[in-house]
């Protein structure tokens, strides 16, 4: 009822409203914008290295960063001051007022977000300045694809310096390794480093375990092994000389010793086996020549024996001579062991520290493909601001608003009560029938159903309540109710003055006119009927 009672009023406002808001659109700037699309790459920066994991671990190196962290970095203040800077400075030359800070900038040009379910990055500017939206986005290109390899470039930074640092530390110190062996070693009369002599031969870990080995079993060792497995293979055959009484054994023994071969001892004892042979085939037992050939043989085979002991006894005292020369206390040889472990460990990690900068500066040569673009920079045709249909429309809201505003200040200030539920709800009490001039008749259906009412009740006195000083127009449907010879109770017109004429058992009405009751009137007739303590059975509105 409301809308309809100030349709015209609010409509009128609502126009008005967007008609001012459309012209004031056609005087704004109009702004412009542009767009690129650039595909993120999310690599775990440990596998762009081949650093040996021995080394990895005290490498800084950032763990992979997922899409959603890139685009946080992608539109920090960091990465974006290039750009920005490059705006704030172009506007300055054209003589433009430019004093927003980065933050504030970003926040009102610029719209930078993923594609949803991709890796794809959708960048948007706008800006009044129609020249400048293409080269605000190629710098931001060039810088978006110059951070894509900062990262590499600042961990390759960070590994070479730690490779570098340490290939210095290292240097020194498998020199000073290097220098206490030898000086142990000349102190002690040690080979130095046995007879290997190196100990950067290895390649890989099975190697250098290899030549750690071989170098660990130093030559010393090695004579004093040697000998003691020679004295002890001379005393056995010491033993099995001393039990031999057979001339082939004895033979073949001091055929094993070059002494012996070369005196011709061994080579004697063969010719008499061979002359006695020769001559048994010839002679008995009894000859002569046999038993002095037999004769001889002993004798050679006694010399035999007694020089073969007497050699193999010489050179035991020779073995142990060379054995003893090359005993060492213990602790020292478990020392120059350890020395020469701590020299080989050096340089190793030496080798291996500069093998990996060699592979840095590898990669360090090798180029990769910065972020590849999707799109590039392009400007849309047509300004994407202001648009004038949605400024016309928020006119037409605002003017809505407006005018409903108005129309309740207005109803509120009339002081006129248009619905009648108010004054129901007021007076307590219902509005029995509206009635209009062509209704007030004899015969008309609501005339018959007032005037039933008021013989159902029964009531003593029947007052037709008005509350404005023009009874006239309610006099005819007064006259109306009273034609009716069967109708016993006196039906009166009455003022607020003559209220105090009704008394409890009387048929109290109040009869109005549609939107001419006013809200102070109301709240007047309902102190005034509290006052007299009365009721009002019901409204008739004509």
């Keep these: 009822n409301f809308f309809v009672r100030n349709k015209l009023f609010v409509g009128s406002f609502s126009i008005l409203f967007m008609a001012l808001f459309f012209i004031y659109s056609l005087t704004m700037k109009k702004i412009w914008e542009g767009q690129f699309q650039i595909v993120l790459k999310t690599e775990d ?74 890796s794809v990055l959708n960048i948007k500017y706008i ?36 490779l570098n640092e340490q290939i210095t530390f290292f240097k020194e110190k498998s020199s000073l390794s290097l220098k206490a062996v030898q000086d142990f070693a000349i102190e002690q009369d040690l080979s130095f480093l046995g007879s290997q002599g190196k100990l950067n031969e290895s390649s890989n870990d099975k190697q250098s375990a290899k030549t750690l080995g071989t170098l660990l079993n130093i030559d010393i060792e090695k004579i004093r092994v040697s000998a003691a497995n020679e004295i002890r293979f001379i005393d056995n055959q010491l033993k099995k000389i001393n039990e031999l009484n057979d001339s082939e054994e004895l033979q073949y023994i ?47 085979m006694e010399f035999l024996k007694d020089r073969t002991i007497m050699y193999l ?145 029964k009531y003593k006195k029947v007052f037709v309540l008005y509350l404005d000083n023009n009874s006239k127009r309610f006099i005819n449907l007064i006259e109306i109710l009273k034609e009716n010879s069967d109708f016993p109770q006196e039906i009166k017109l009455i003022s607020q003055k003559e209220l105090i004429q009704v008394n409890k058992k009387d048929g109290l009405f109040l009869i109005v006119s549609p939107k001419s009751l ?6 007047q007739l309902s102190n005034r009927i509290s006052v007299f303590d009365l009721n009002i059975e019901g409204i008739i509105m004509h």
């Design 518 to 523: 006013k809200y102070s009137q109301i709240y």
């Design 254 to 300: 001091g055929s094993t010793i070059p002494a012996l071969v070369a005196e011709g001892l061994p080579q004697t004892l063969k010719n008499i086996e061979e002359q006695l042979v020769e001559m048994r085939s010839k002679y008995t037992e009894k000859d002569i020549n046999i038993i002095n050939l037999i004769e001889k043989r002993k004798l050679t």
């Design 127 to 162: 800006d009044q300045d129609k020249e400048l939206i293409i080269p605000v986005l190629e710098k931001m290109t060039y810088a978006y694809q110059e951070y894509s390899g900062k990262n590499k470039k600042r961990i390759q930074e960070l590994t070479k310096k730690f």
């Design 45 to 118: 920066a440990n596998n762009n290295f081949n650093i040996s994991s021995q080394f990895s671990r005290f490498i800084d190196v950032p763990n992979k960063n997922d899409l959603n962290t890139q685009v946080a970095i992608l539109e920090s203040p960091s990465v974006l001051e290039p750009t920005f800077q490059f705006v704030a400075s172009s506007k300055q030359k054209k003589g433009s007022r430019f004093n927003a800070s980065i933050l504030n900038w970003k926040k009102a040009s610029l719209d930078i977000g993923l594609k949803k379910g991709t």
């Design 313 to 457: 006894k010489a050179y035991r005292l020779d073995v142990e001579s060379r054995m003893e020369a090359a005993m060492r206390p213990k602790g020292v040889i478990l020392d120059y062991k350890e020395l020469i472990r701590e020299a080989f460990r050096d340089e190793s990690t030496l080798i291996s520290l500069e093998n990996q900068l060699g592979i840095i500066q590898l990669e360090e040569a090798k180029r990769e493909d910065p972020w590849e673009l999707i799109t590039k920079p392009y400007l849309i045709d047509y300004p994407v601001a202001p648009s004038k249909t949605n400024i016309g429309l928020i006119g037409l809201i605002i003017g809505f608003l407006v005018g409903i505003f108005t129309s309740l200040y207005k109803e509120k200030k009339s002081d006129i009560i248009f619905e009648s539920q108010i004054i129901e709800d007021f007076l307590n009490t219902k509005v029995l029938e509206t009635l209009d001039n062509t209704e007030i008749t004899k015969n008309s259906e609501k005339i018959i159903f007032i005037k039933s009412l008021f013989q159902l009740n």
